[in-house]
């Protein structure tokens, strides 16, 4: 995670195949109400809670990189890859 903060959410994608963790993490993020950015290799992707265009991490400023709700990294292309959240979601947390 980015930040200093210890994530509400931490979950890992290990589908097998090229690019199936990342894929099945884009469809959880989805699914849970989460906008997120595209891939900048070597670096994580920004996520958003709601409907958001979010930049390639390098062109983010730190303090756009502060209000994100959280992060995506790993090997995004043969996984795995892991979400980590600021703040779980409500089925998530129950």
């Known amino acids: 995670m980015p930040t200093a903060n210890q994530p509400a959410l931490t979950k890992t994608f ?3 195949g090229t690019f199936q963790a990342f894929y099945a993490a884009q469809q959880w993020l989805t699914k849970h109400g989460y906008s ?3 891939t900048c290799r070597g670096q994580p992707v920004g996520i958003l809670k709601g409907d958001f ?4 991490w390098r062109n983010l ?7 994100l709700d959280g992060c ?4 995004m ?10 703040e779980a979601p409500a089925q998530e947390a129950a």
């Not at 400023?61 to 209000?67: L, M």
């Not at 292309?77 to 600021?86: A, I, K």
Request: charge should be negative; charged fraction near 25%.
């Open 14 to 16: 290990e589908q097998p």
């Open 36 to 38: 997120f950015g595209p």
């Open 53 to 56: 265009i979010i930049a390639k």
């Open 61 to 67: 400023t730190d303090q756009e990189i502060e209000q």
């Open 72 to 75: 995506l990294t790993g090997d």
């Open 77 to 86: 292309r043969e996984g795995p890859v892991t979400v980590f959240l600021n």
